[in-house]
């Protein structure tokens, strides 16, 4: 909700009156969180929802053993993309093509291909008479290795992130993958919280192969019925609705699968640690805690200190 607030105020820059009242057209938003979160998904969603094309940029395929090639490569798509004039552009997991760039042993390959990228996204036309719509979502797990200069105000309106789904929006994420899999969520009643109460510390897509996972189960189990079954016991085809996941299935398979979060624990705590306060989250239900609280306290108490001194002189 936080997202999709932030998107609807955006979108009517790009309206008629927004450009008759000098209005500056958005540049995009950078999105941190740990895999698997939604980012990508969530880079999709702005594209239908600010009913603009997405162009995917994979910045990796620039780079090229010749010299100068990678260089030509970025200019010419960059060129490309702002001949597009109207386009979301998502630069998916932009951290593994530009982390360590400006330590990294290439000749200077990698600093010169992101000096380029910098430079666009700065000197991009974003004034209300512009005819250019291109709205950039850069994603990333880390920011380690990243650049400072790339989060600076004038290259990015927002830095959201995403976060390890609550117990309420895994309930949400698991019918809408049900529903993918043609299954009917509504069969389970209120059991789905059951699933959402044992599957602590997934994210979306770890609900995602859950779902599939459990759907695999229940028509093996189905088909291996009917396959060994005698001619004259006349088992039925398995069907759609015969195939359809008991709870226990999810439960098993749930125990099957080991999140991120728990294998990577130190890493995934680290990431929403640094999250914390630095970032807006895409959705309210997120607790902001950590960094940003005890941040905003010591401040506080700065101000507090200060204010004594000043009253005392």
Known sequence: DNYVSFLEKRSLCYTKLATELNVTKPRGVALLGPPGTGKTEVAKATAKYMGLDLVVFDISSMFNSHVGQSEKNMRKVLATIDALHSCVVLVDEIDKSFSGALNANDSGVSSRVLGLFLSWMSSRDVKSQSESRIFVVATMNRTAGLPPELFRPGRFDRIF???????????????????????????????IADIAKVTDKFTGGELEQLVIDSRITAFAREYAEWKNADAEDEVPTPTVESTQPTIDDYMVEAEMIIPTAVVE?????????????????????????????????????????????????
């Not at 992130?161 to 899999?181: A, F, V, Y």
């Open 161 to 191: 992130s995403t976060d390890l789904p609550n117990p309420e929006t895994r309930e949400n994420i698991l019918k809408i993958h049900m529903k993918k899999q043609s299954i009917n969520p509504t069969q389970y009643g209120a059991a």
């Open 265 to 313: 624990a130190e890493a995934i705590e680290s990431m929403r640690e640094f999250n914390a306060g630095r970032t807006t989250p895409v959705d309210t239900s997120v607790k902001v805690t950590g960094r940003r609280s005890s941040t905003t306290k010591r401040r506080l108490r700065n101000v507090q200190v200060t204010n004594n001194r000043a009253a005392n002189n």
